[in-house]
């Protein structure tokens, strides 16, 4: 069965502060597909990254970046010099070859940037 | 990615009614999911809509509550059924082109069931 951890309720930083955001999954399957969404207060979910699970490179997209870890099932995000715009609701999601398209969700960690 | 738009965008409806959401995409995509997300909670998936034949659902959801059409591969309604105040959450469609290439999210029907 497939599971995705997000320990982290809530974070709220001040501006220009760096934050990680973390992320810890389970699944049986080597093939995997892991992703991150941003929800906004306007409610919409925003696509901003997927991996697989045989790319382990980190990525950096801006201000963004990602590390996965598969030795600790961690795909954690990263948001440098956050900004008072970075404030949302942050979901990883996994997908595997045997899950019929579904995604697993975590519970989400909702991120309060303060000016 | 893909352009996602749903209507309405909110409502407020009485106990016992039904309310029924429309799901547009500017292209022709293959799938297509409808998720509810309760109050301050995480996605679940009510079910996958498929093109000419009867949705997929997952388990917790049946038919009766949760109808859905999916009459062309651009187009899809989801139905909330005999309204109650615990149906009250944010219902988004979502998209995927391919399997695993990552879904894409329609804006969201934000309905409050009094």
């Known amino acids: 069965a497939q599971k995705v951890t997000q320990a982290q309720t809530e974070i709220s930083v001040v501006e220009k502060e760096d934050v990680t955001l973390d992320c810890v999954y389970e699944t049986r399957d080597t093939t995997y597909y892991l992703f991150w969404y941003k929800q906004p207060p306007s409610g919409e979910l925003v696509f901003l990254i997927r991996r697989n699970s045989f790319d382990e490179q980190n990525e950096i997209s801006g201000r963004y970046s990602w590390n996965f870890q598969k030795s600790t099932s961690s795909f954690n995000f990263t948001i440098t010099a956050s900004q008072v715009v970075d404030s949302a609701v942050y979901f990883c999601a996994l997908t595997d070859n045997n899950a019929g398209n579904m995604l697993t969700f975590g519970g989400g960690t909702r991120l309060m940037v303060k000016p | 990615s893909a352009v996602i738009s749903q209507k309405p965008s909110r409502d407020i409806c009485q106990r016992g009614t039904s309310l029924t959401i429309q799901c547009q995409v500017d292209s022709q995509v293959t799938m297509m999911f409808w998720y509810r997300q309760q109050p301050g909670q995480s996605l679940t998936l009510i079910a996958t809509?498929?093109?000419?034949?009867?949705?997929?659902?997952e388990s917790g959801f049946v038919i009766d509550k949760f109808p859905i059409s999916r009459p062309n591969l651009t187009f899809s309604t989801l139905t909330v059924s005999n309204l109650s105040p615990e149906d009250s959450s944010i219902y988004l469609c979502?998209?995927?082109?391919?399997?695993?290439?990552?879904?894409?999210f329609g804006p969201g029907t934000r309905l409050t069931v009094l």
């Open positions: 979502s998209v995927e082109r391919a399997p695993t290439s990552g879904q894409f």
């Open positions: 809509a498929n093109q000419g034949s009867e949705a997929t659902y």
